[in-house]
Structure formats: C-alpha cells, structure tokens
C-alpha cells in the first residue's frame, strides 16, 4: 500500500517491484489479486491516466503504446485506453506549431525534418500527414 500511496503502477510493474525486493511469489500474487479487487490496483486506470498525461506531454499514440506494452498492459487495455485519449490529429499540430511555429513549412527538406521531429514524438503517418497538410507525402 505505501507504494501505491505515493504513484499509480500497473499490475505487472508492481508484482516485479515486489518480486525483485524478495518478496514470496505466491504472496505477491495473492496481495495484488486482493488490491484488485479492492479496486486499489487497476490497469485501465493506470493506462487511462498514463495516456492523458504524456499526451498533454505532447507525445504521440505510437511511443504511449510502447512504453505501455513494455509495462506489461495488455494489447485491449491499452488501445481502450489510447481510443479515450486526445484528438491524435490534432495533438500532432499542436506540437508542430509549439517546436517549429505557426508558419507553414517552405521546402521539402524542412518539412521532411518536422516530420521526423513528430514521428519520433510517436505519431503515426496520417497524425503527422494532417499536421502537415493533405499534400504532405513522405520522401522513399
């Protein structure tokens, strides 16, 4: 409990935690099952606000379903969870206009760099097309 007293965790990073400080498997299991039900321990909320708060971060569906896949969160938990999240779309102009300002981009190689600044930000293709306009392709 006092872990959970100080941060949210998900299941999986809290059983490793416990495990890893050499607590009894079974024991763990058994605590954690017991803060499940007690509704002290719960993924979805976990994945909800781990979505709200890299988004507002400015980061991208792509790089938050890594990190949450890496958590050990399931696939259906954490594509709920990015569905509740920000307008992808919108989310990506906003974070083009904040690094590169309001002007759009003059020449192919300086939009080819906004676009690489936001696909690392972990935003798909079409997040990055609508934040650079419909004509935006990307170079092969």
Do not use: C
């Amino acid at each position: 409990m006092t872990l959970l007293a100080r941060r949210d965790f998900s299941s999986a990073a809290l059983r490793e935690r416990l495990e890893r400080q050499g607590f009894d498997p079974a024991l763990v299991a058994a605590a954690l099952a017991e803060l499940t039900a007690e509704r002290a321990l719960d993924d979805a909320r976990y994945a909800r606000n781990f979505v709200l708060y890299h988004a507002n971060r400015g980061q991208g569906p792509v790089r938050i379903a890594a990190d949450l896949a890496a958590q050990g969160l399931s696939g259906g938990l954490i594509d709920a969870a990015l569905e509740s999240g920000a307008d992808w779309g919108a989310l990506a102009q906003q974070v083009r206009v904040r690094k590169f300002g309001a002007d759009e981009p003059e020449s192919r190689a300086e939009m080819d760099r906004q676009a690489r600044f936001l696909q690392y930000r972990g935003f798909s293709a079409d997040h990055i097309r609508s934040a650079l306009g419909p004509d935006y392709t990307p170079e092969q």
